[in-house]
Nanobody
């Protein structure tokens, strides 16, 4: 059974930083592309960042480019999202997800999801 467990969320002031982690189990981690998505109240889930199986390819939403960095450690079965210069608009529940594709920006391509971690950015 695939399990994805996010951690690292919290409350931070605008301009601050957080590092999210997502620990995976029950899957051959290095065979999966990994992504981060977020959902704010009243809004649809949106793509944030993705990393390919070997971390050779990265993708970011325009709204987070230059501020967020996705990475993965296949030896630890963990994917990370380093978030710098956070803005109030970044407030959302952040989800990590796994796809059998090399990399994807579309949530429809992800078939395993974590429970989410809340990130709140105060102004």
């Amino acid at each position: 059974q695939v399990q994805l467990v996010e951690s690292g969320g919290g409350l931070v002031q605008a301009g601050g930083s957080l590092r999210l982690s997502c620990a995976a189990s029950g899957l051959r981690f290095s065979s999966y592309g990994m992504g981060w998505f977020r959902q704010a109240p009243g809004k649809e889930r949106e793509f944030v960042a993705a990393v390919s199986r070997s971390a050779s390819n990265l993708a970011y939403a325009e709204s987070v480019k230059g501020r967020f960095t996705i990475s993965r450690d296949n030896a630890k079965n963990t994917v990370y999202l380093q978030m710098n210069n956070l803005k109030p608009d970044d407030t959302a529940v952040y989800y990590c997800a796994a796809t059998g594709m090399t990399i994807s920006l579309r949530h429809q391509h992800y078939n395993s999801w974590g429970q989410g971690t809340q990130v709140t950015v105060s102004s």
